[in-house]
């Protein structure tokens, strides 16, 4: 009588184990189109802003956070100020475009979650609907590509001129200011 609850224990257990790794188990990124605007001639890129409604959800359908009551997030792709596999799934969308990703936990809040709300190693399922999309103008996209490049070659360059002054510097010969006393005309 025992070993049989102890067997039936041990079964709902693993079934359960199971189940919650079959939840979570999604392995990479799934982005599905719910509505299309009609026309698209813009796509989001990095770089560009975006503002979207959203509502993020666990598997079991829990809402874990919506936009809807509030003013829609600005998302500047590349900024990482959402999580990852959010930011990858809004590159390639259109203004008016409503998607539904759904978000494995490594690009999400990966082991550790984010407690007590979302637990550790839990996919997410995000709805997201693109409320407008503003492009990169060229001035930006210089300063996001080429100046992060400028400032890594000015650090070397900036050290080794300090490095340069402080060499000469401690080569250079010493200039004394006083003028040696006359050892004869103080004995008179």
Not at 18 to 33: P, S
Not at 122 to 133: D, I, K, N, Q, T
Not at 139 to 157: G, R, S
Request: glycine fraction near 8%; proline fraction near 6%.
């Amino acid at each position: 009588m025992k070993s049989g609850v102890i067997i039936l224990v041990l079964l709902a257990t693993v079934s359960c184990v199971l189940t919650q790794e079959e939840d979570n188990a999604i392995g990479e990124l799934l982005v599905e189109t719910l509505i299309n605007p009609e026309t698209c001639t813009v796509h989001s890129a990095m770089g560009d802003t975006l503002q979207i409604h959203y509502t993020g959800k666990l598997m079991d359908g829990k809402v874990i956070d919506s936009s809807l009551s509030r003013d829609p997030l600005f998302v500047e792709l590349g900024k990482k100020t959402v999580i990852p596999g959010l930011e990858q799934s809004l590159i390639g969308v259109c203004e008016g475009q409503k998607i539904k990703a759904t978000i494995p936990s490594h690009l999400a809040y990966g082991k550790r979650g984010y407690p007590p709300t979302i637990p550790g190693d839990a996919a997410l399922e995000f709805e997201v609907e693109v409320v407008s999309l503003t492009q990169q103008t060229p001035w930006q996209k210089m300063v996001n590509d080429v100046l992060p490049l400028v400032c890594l070659a000015l650090v070397p360059t900036l050290l080794g001129l300090v490095g340069l002054y402080l060499y000469k510097k401690a080569n250079a010969p010493s200039q004394n200011k006083k003028k040696p006393k006359d050892k004869k005309s103080k004995k008179k």
